[in-house]
């Protein structure tokens, strides 16, 4: 009887074992697999790699992420607070994620660190979640920019979407990487620069 239930225990362990390996391999890990630009030029102006890493949930990585801002800083509310191009790239890495979760992602981000403004963003957050019509796969790059008297630009496998106004919007946006509930906490450090 005894050696029947280690049979089973170890059966088991072995087709968990083998689950995990086939979940690992549609998943590139690393950021050698998204470069990130050192520079980025919004509106006319240079701006400098703040920060990059990586989103990951669980043992998967799921996008790179860079910060881009006009000069370095490390305070984010500076960062969200400035009336200045910024922008924020997005380098899928993970195989493929859903078109639900992206949206669910983005919904949770807002609500988590904006849940105050969410009645006068909603609208603008709808608008957002429109441009994310389909899955999302390995390769895509999506870049959200930032300029002063325009407001949020996306940029989403080089096709630009219609401008979302309000500076408003955009500092929402970035809460969701940079407010007091991230994403990501490592990749919050990331993002600042101070990991």
Same mark, same amino acid.
């Given at each position: 009887?005894?050696?029947?239930?280690?049979?089973?225990? $170890?059966?088991?362990?072995? =087709?968990? %074992?083998? !689950?995990?390996?086939?979940?690992?391999?549609? @998943?590139?890990?690393? +950021? #050698? &697999?998204?470069?990130?630009?050192?520079?980025?030029?919004?509106?006319?102006?240079?701006?400098?790699?703040?920060?990059?890493?990586?989103?990951?949930?669980?043992? $998967?990585?799921?996008?790179? =992420?860079? %910060?881009? !801002?006009?000069?370095?800083?490390?305070?984010? @509310?500076?960062?969200? +607070? #400035? &009336?200045?191009?910024?922008?924020?790239?997005?380098?899928?890495?993970?195989?493929?994620?859903?078109?639900?979760?992206?949206?669910?992602?983005?919904?949770?981000? $807002?609500?988590?660190?904006?849940?105050?403004?969410?009645?006068?963003?909603?609208?603008?957050?709808?608008?957002?979640?429109?441009?994310?019509?389909?899955?999302?796969?390995?390769?895509?790059?999506?870049?959200?920019?930032?300029?002063?008297?325009?407001?949020?630009?996306?940029?989403?496998?080089?096709?630009?979407?219609?401008?979302?106004?309000?500076?408003?919007?955009?500092?929402?946006?970035?809460?969701?990487?940079?407010?007091?509930?991230?994403?990501?906490?490592?990749?919050?450090?990331?993002?600042?620069?101070?990991?």
């Amino acid at each position: 009887m005894e050696t029947r239930n280690r049979k089973t225990s $170890f059966y088991k362990l072995a =087709c968990f %074992l083998g !689950l995990a390996l086939i979940l690992l391999a549609g @998943a590139p890990a690393g +950021a #050698a &697999d998204a470069k990130l630009p050192g520079e980025l030029t919004v509106a006319g102006q240079k701006l400098i790699l703040n920060g990059s890493g990586i989103r990951k949930k669980f043992f $998967f990585s799921i996008y790179s =992420c860079g %910060l881009y !801002l006009p000069k370095p800083e490390k305070d984010p @509310a500076k960062v969200i +607070a #400035a &009336d200045e191009p910024k922008a924020i790239i997005m380098h899928m890495i993970h195989s493929k994620v859903s078109q639900e979760k992206i949206v669910k992602a983005w919904n949770d981000g $807002f609500f988590n660190n904006s849940q105050e403004k969410l009645d006068q963003l909603k609208e603008r957050i709808n608008t957002f979640n429109s441009i994310f019509n389909r899955d999302l796969v390995a390769g895509d790059q999506i870049v959200m920019s930032y300029v002063p008297g325009q407001g949020t630009i996306v940029n989403f496998n080089g096709e630009l979407k219609k401008p979302i106004p309000g500076k408003d919007f955009y500092d929402a946006l970035l809460a969701i990487w940079l407010g007091d509930n991230p994403a990501d906490d490592d990749l919050k450090e990331a993002l600042l620069g101070l990991d």
